[in-house]
């Protein structure tokens, strides 16, 4: 299993500081890896194996290797892989939710108590957002190719994604210019390049599956 460390994340660290927002920008930092916590474990349960781990600016990203035998049973338009996919996606939210299931249930000072809270309600949001590779984007991707299909799920998701941004980044523009909280442009930014790297994978695919159509037509015609 391969270990990466995104050093944008110290450029994070610096804006954070500077902003004297470093304690909430940790607190939501180690969350977030309890998140993935969450994810890892549902992988393991599913009998899946980890393949890497990324620490980055947001928070840990884990892959799992992926096993050929659940590419042979079929699930409508998709397969196992597909519904396992979504567990794990599903588990990282839930995790969040548990934790602050839990702080509501422990008697502990308020402050800290309400800190927990919200750094787990941001975590369980912001992943819960419709827009890929967060978790509600992999969820509804996963769901989409089931019943339409690699194809269609990934044109689908990519524009549902796009939509998502640009409701994000016009909210968010309201809130930079209100509250005048610099966190908010930098998950925008953040969120953008995600967008950009997804798209440029999409375009790619879409020019193979193009050329794939186009070579079964000639050989039928021929």
Known sequence: MRFKVDLKIF???????????IDTYLMV???????????????????????KIELKPYGVSISFKIKPDDYNIKLLKGNLLEIKKIIVA??????????????????????????????????FLF???PFYPLDGGRILKGILHIIFGKRKAEKYINNISFV????????????????QNVAFFIIII???V????????????????NLIEKTI???ANS
């Not at 309890?34 to 349960?45: R, W």
């Not at 998502?164 to 509250?179: K, N, Q, V, W």
């Open 11 to 21: 450029l994070f660290l610096f804006m954070f500081y500077f902003t004297n927002q």
């Open 90 to 123: 599903t588990a990282g939210p839930i995790t969040n939710l548990l934790i602050i299931f839990i702080i509501l249930q422990l008697n502990m000072d308020m402050f800290v108590g309400l800190k927990i809270i919200y750094s787990n309600l941001l975590v």
């Open 190 to 192: 953040c969120l953008w």
């Open 29 to 51: 930092l180690i969350f977030a890896f309890i998140h993935e916590m969450g994810h890892l474990l549902s992988g393991l349960l599913l009998g899946m194996k980890p393949n």
């Open 164 to 179: 998502c941004l640009i409701i994000i980044t016009l909210l968010g523009s309201i809130a930079i210019f209100y509250i």
């Open 194 to 209: 995600m967008y950009v790297k997804e798209d440029i994978i999409h375009k790619r695919k879409n020019k193979i599956y």
């Open 217 to 219: 037509e000639i050989n």
């Open 127 to 129: 992943n819960l957002i």
